[in-house]
């Protein structure tokens, strides 16, 4: 018994011994990366150019360009390059000059010190010292967005005016011999059923297949349209006859017909029997034809759906 609390009571002093000379080797090892990340080193890694602001209608033909830096910084500085690929901005407004064939970016170590790294880094070289981005020319047109969607309103519901998309174009770049094959771009199609509030639907463009060579402006436009609770009218209007034969005197009858038409309840008051003109045209008649076709001529565009209730009016001629 006395034995084996012995042995236990030396296995645990022997146990923090290595505790306390694992703790030490860990300070040890921490203060050596702090020391050495501490000091300056100089070495050269690639950047990965990054264009940006290329003006529309011009495409970079040069797609991946690389440049080659020294730079001599400490250590804690280095570990950022090491671990994410560092990048160069290249701003085509104003760090590139253009010619004939390319854009050329020609900029000091200074500049790149001034503009693209801190204080605490010193560039010692740059390779290549000049880069010239080969270009192309694109073609830039606005296309209009036609709808192929379908929207079918709750009983009593409709729109109020027209159903728009928001945008209703869209800006395509790419080369002329691609873009000048797009006539105008169309939206998924989609059915929207059960609509009774103002509708702001999202939409996806289908776009050609060469989509990854040309640039789109957008790539979802929203279907709007003001829905509202609408209500059934129906207003008696004169009938009017024209073309009449020369010299003759023309009864007809019904003098009136009545239209049916479809309004929202705020321009309800707002349709007057002055907004609709209901016309028969001699001229429009068969020669086997023995009455007239009313015709509906004018209506309001607040009104929807609006037609005539009678389909033929009965005359006769008497000189």
């Known amino acids: 018994m006395l034995n084996t609390l012995k042995s236990k009571l030396l296995s645990s002093i022997k146990n923090k011994r290595i505790n306390v000379f694992l703790l030490f080797l860990l300070f040890a090892f921490v203060i050596l990366i702090i020391s050495k990340l501490s000091k300056s080193y100089t070495d050269t890694i690639p950047f990965k150019v990054e264009k940006v602001k290329i003006p529309q209608e011009y495409v970079i033909l040069d797609d991946s360009v690389t440049m080659n830096i020294t730079l001599k910084t400490h250590g804690f500085r280095w570990l950022k390059y090491y671990f994410t690929q560092p990048k160069v901005t290249v701003d085509f407004s104003k760090d590139v000059q253009k010619n004939d064939q390319a854009f050329v970016y020609n900029k000091t170590k200074a500049y790149l010190n001034n503009t693209q790294f801190d204080k ?3 560039i010692l070289n740059i390779s290549p010292d000049k880069i010239a981005f080969r270009y192309g020319v694109n073609l830039v047109k606005k296309v ?3 709808i192929k969607a379908e929207v079918h309103y709750a009983l009593g519901f409709n729109t109020s005016d027209e159903i728009r998309v928001e945008p209703d174009s869209v800006v395509v770049v790419g080369p002329d011999v691609l873009v000048s094959k797009i006539k105008y771009l169309e939206t998924e199609a989609k059915q929207i059923n059960e609509v009774r509030t103002h509708l702001n639907q999202p939409l996806k463009l289908k776009f050609p297949e060469n989509k990854s060579e040309v640039q789109y402006s957008v790539s979802q436009v929203n279907l709007k349209a003001n829905v509202e609770k609408f209500t059934e ?13 020369k010299n003759s005197v023309v009864n007809y009858f019904p003098k009136a017909v009545s239209v049916s038409y479809f309004v929202s309840l705020n321009n309800f008051e707002r349709i ?3 907004d609709f003109e209901v016309v028969c045209d001699f001229e429009k008649m068969h020669d086997d034809q023995n009455f007239l076709m009313p015709e509906l001529v004018k209506a309001p565009e607040l009104a929807k759906h609006s037609k005539i209730s009678q389909q033929r009016i009965e005359f006769i001629i008497t000189k």
């Open 120 to 122: 605490e880094v010193e």
């Open 272 to 274: 007057t029997k002055k």
């Open 233 to 245: 009218g129906t207003l008696k209007i004169p009938v009017k006859v024209i073309n009449t034969p």
């Open 144 to 146: 209009p967005v036609k």
